[in-house]
Nanobody, 119 residues
Framework: QVQLVESGGGLVQAGGSLRLSCAAP????????MAWYRQAPRQAPGNQRE???????????KYADSVKGRFTISRDNTKNTLYLQMNSLKPEDTAVYYC?????????WGQGTQVTVSS
C-alpha cells in the first residue's frame, strides 16, 4: 500500500510562516500532477477536505482563492518531494494538510500534518 508522507506542520502565530513537505514514491511523482489539500477541525463549519493548490509535472500552478498570494506550491522532481510554503498565516488556515495526486487516490492518503495558527 502506497501512502504519501507529509511533514513540517506545527503551531505558529498569525502572520507567521511554515513550509510543508510531502515525500512520494517516484513511480507516482514522476508522472502526476500533485496537490495539497486541507481539512479543518471537526467543529469548524464546512469540515470537508478542500483543494489548496496543485502543480503539474512541468510546474504550472493553481491556488484556491483563500490562499492565493500567501501560499506557494513547488516540487523537486529529483527528490520526489512536494512543498507548500505558507506565509502570512491566518487562524482560518488551521487544518490538517495532506498531499495527493490532483485527482486524489484513496490509497495515497497519508496521516497529514497538523497546522495550527493562533490569533
Amino acid at each position: 500500500q502506497v501512502q504519501l508522507v507529509e511533514s513540517g506542520g506545527g503551531l505558529v502565530q498569525a502572520g507567521g510562516s511554515l513550509r510543508l513537505s510531502c515525500a512520494a514514491p517516484g513511480s507516482i511523482f514522476s508522472i502526476a500532477t500533485m496537490a495539497w489539500y486541507r481539512q479543518a477541525p471537526r467543529q469548524a463549519p464546512g469540515n470537508q477536505r478542500e483543494l489548496v493548490a496543485f502543480i503539474t509535472r512541468d510546474g504550472s500552478t493553481k491556488y484556491a482563492d483563500s490562499v492565493k498570494g500567501r501560499f506557494t506550491i513547488s516540487r523537486d522532481n529529483t527528490k520526489n518531494t512536494l512543498y507548500l510554503q505558507m506565509n502570512s498565516l491566518k487562524p482560518e488556515d488551521t487544518a490538517v494538510y495532506y498531499c495527493n495526486t490532483f485527482i486524489p487516490i484513496y490509497a495515497y492518503w497519508g496521516q497529514g500534518t497538523q497546522v495550527t495558527v493562533s490569533s
